[in-house]
């Protein structure tokens, strides 16, 4: 669903992403055409204390601060943004933003990540011969006196 603020298309629906611990997202921000010049931003937070993780006004390049990367396509008017290294820590709502300022185009986005399962326990490792003595003389068992015991030690 879109709707008009001003003459600029703002997606009103929120995009959803859901991530693994250790894993990676990608978002794609579009936009409308006018907008293709403006700094792109990506802000995470709820709106009245959100605060940006990456910006930028390069069209046509990567642009990187830490686990975040930000692609302004604007030619298919689109900005990807992608989280890598996912952390539970990253589960929050995030805003793409244009402009910087209030009114300018934003989309809402919500971002889950999900704990990464547990490794399988390691295997036990294989018994060699070399893991095991045995004992050079028979043990007489005290309560069954014709029993011989065969003592291994590991």
């Not at 008017?77 to 992608?82: G, L, N, W």
């Not at 999900?114 to 004992?135: C, E, G, I, Q, V």
């Amino acid at each position: 669903k879109t709707y008009s603020r001003t003459g600029v298309c703002v997606t009103s629906e929120v995009i959803t992403r859901r991530g693994q611990e250790g894993g990676s997202t990608s978002i794609e921000c579009p936009y409308d055409q006018g907008w293709e010049t403006y700094t792109k931003y990506f802000y995470k937070g709820i709106w009245a204390h959100r605060v940006p993780v990456i910006q930028s006004n390069q069209p046509s390049s990567w642009t990187s601060n830490g686990r975040y990367s930000l692609y302004d396509d604007r030619e298919r008017r689109v900005f990807t943004v992608i989280i890598s290294n996912l952390t539970l820590q990253d589960t929050d709502t995030y805003w793409c933003l244009i402009g910087g300022w209030g009114f300018d185009p934003n989309t809402e986005v919500k971002i889950t990540v999900d704990r990464a399962p547990s490794p399988p326990p390691l295997p036990a490792p294989p018994l060699t011969p070399k893991s095991f003595s045995f004992t050079s003389r028979p043990l007489h068992s005290v309560t069954h006196p014709s029993t011989i015991i065969t003592m291994v030690t590991g």
